[in-house]
Nanobody, 115 residues
């Protein structure tokens, strides 16, 4: 059974930074596209950053220029470096395939941006 385990969330002030990590229990190179999603209370999860097996990267407009997705194939890890965090980035962050696989959702990691 494949598992995605997110970590690295926390509380920061506006303008601060966090680095999220996602440990994957399977070779990350075997996935076509991996991504980071976030979910606001009562809303659906939406992807904010994605990286393909060929290292093609894209971001949602809301995070472009502030977030950076990366992958370590040797460690089977996915990362999300988040800079210049703003209150609207407050959400639970998840990693998964894109399109998402319902069986792969982990518990997520909470990011709270507040002064």
């Amino acid at each position: 059974q494949v598992q995605f385990v997110e970590s690295g969330g926390g509380m920061v002030q506006p303008g601060g930074s966090l680095r999220l990590s996602c440990a994957v229990s399977r070779d990350v190179e075997l996935f076509g596209v991996l991504g980071w999603y976030r979910q606001y209370p009562g809303k659906e999860r939406k992807w904010v950053a994605r990286i393909s097996a060929a290292d093609t990267i894209s971001y949602s407009d809301s995070v472009k220029g502030r977030f950076t997705i990366s992958r370590d194939n040797a460690k089977n890890m996915l990362y999300l470096q988040m800079n210049n965090l703003q209150p609207e980035d407050t959400a639970v962050y998840y990693c998964n395939e894109i399109p998402s696989n319902a069986a792969f959702w982990g518990q997520g990691t909470q990011v709270t941006v507040s002064s």
